[in-house]
């Protein structure tokens, strides 16, 4: 059986743009922290960089207003799915 690390995902969430941070166990730095807006082009970044990561992602969010939304919806589209916020990689 094929080891596939998980990929922690944190998403600190604002009006308009968000921080987004990817790690693995041990605290490895897969990326470092980078913004990504809320628009058509930086949702569709993100999905793509997430994929691009690879192992076993999970994506966790906070629920802030309602600027949250357009990320979970992206994140749906994009494969991922999010319950409450917390968001989870569809293999």
């Given at each position: 059986?094929?080891?596939?690390p998980i990929t922690a995902v944190g998403i600190d969430v604002s009006k308009g743009k968000s921080t987004v941070a990817?790690?693995?166990?041990?605290g490895e730095v897969v990326?470092?922290?980078?913004?990504?807006?809320?628009d058509a082009s930086g949702l569709s970044s993100l999905i793509k960089t997430l994929r691009g990561v690879g192992g076993e992602?999970?994506?966790?969010m906070e629920h802030t207003g309602?600027?949250?939304?357009?990320i979970a919806l992206?994140?749906?589209k994009g494969?991922?799915?999010?319950?409450?916020?917390?968001?989870?990689?569809h293999p």
């Open positions: 059986m094929e080891y596939n990817v790690r693995r166990p041990g990326l470092t922290p980078f913004q990504m807006n809320h992602i999970r994506v966790v309602m600027y949250w939304r357009p992206t994140t749906e494969r991922l799915f999010c319950q409450r916020g917390q968001c989870y990689a």
